[in-house]
């Protein structure tokens, strides 16, 4: 039997692609500094990184760093979690969260921006995943979050098409995988798959009238907001998840029911 290893108070949240102001990621560091975390900010905007993490620290009086980092670069990867362990408490949970959208129709794709949406979205869960992991296994403990997408579910149908969609759905086969993989360390393995919310990723700040289109056939008539996706990954990153793990959750309203 695994033994469940106690959650430390001093801990910290690696949370990548965070910076964006209005994003899922910088939400998700805000509501887990509130609850005492010390957070990591990873972001391939490096001064936007600094500045969430300066930010996140002085309101929540917590430890909190921002370090430039492309998830999609195993070195760049190497250096920020390695700056990340040398600062921070130790890493007790991971929320893989950078990710790029991607509009093109399939018979415009190209092999260049495919390969760029699976290095970000996949690869980079990989890599990020991979080298946290280590430290984890160590200790015994630890949850990982990565964040896939309904365009899994319903094959896109918002704004992102195949590739965007491939890679997401790609995230819930690697969840599953990893998670039988890391239950004897007691390391967690979930995602999330969420329906639109309103973030600046599909395309720039949506307007009222392209909201009001996305909700059409959304049971709870409006789109996501980021504090309501912050609040899941926040507790299935959280003390109380530790029997959760290989799932994915489905937070959007009633647009897709599994
Ligand atoms: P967002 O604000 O654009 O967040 C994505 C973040 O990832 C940004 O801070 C972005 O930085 C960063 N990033 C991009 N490429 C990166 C890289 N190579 N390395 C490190 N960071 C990188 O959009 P969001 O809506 O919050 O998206 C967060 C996640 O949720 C994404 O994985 C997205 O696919 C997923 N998701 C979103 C929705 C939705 O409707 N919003 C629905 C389902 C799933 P820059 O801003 O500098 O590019």
Known sequence: MTETTAFPSARTAVITGAASERGIGRATADLLASQG????????????????????????????????????????????????????????ALANIAGISSPTEFMNETKEAWDRVFAVNM????????????????????????ISSISAQRGGGTYSKVAYSASKAAIIGFTRALAREMGEHGVTVNCIAPGPVDTDIMGGTLSEDRKAAMSKDILMG????????????????????????AATYDINGGLQIS
């Open 37 to 92: 975390w010390c957070v990591a900010i990873l972001d391939i905007d490096a001064d936007a990184a600094a500045l969430a993490a300066e930010h996140i620290a002085a309101t929540h009086g917590v430890q909190s760093i921002g370090v430039g980092a492309d998830v999609s670069d195993q070195e760049s990867v190497e250096a920020a979690i390695a700056a990340v362990e040398s600062s921070l408490p130790p890493i007790v």
């Open 123 to 146: 690869t980079g869960t990989f890599m990020v995943t991979q080298r946290v992991l280590a430290g984890m296994i160590e200790r015994k403990l630890g949850r990982v979050v990565s």
């Open 222 to 245: 409006r789109v996501g907001r980021v504090d309501e996706i912050a609040a899941l990954l926040a507790f299935l990153m959280g003390g109380q998840a530790g029997f959760i793990t």
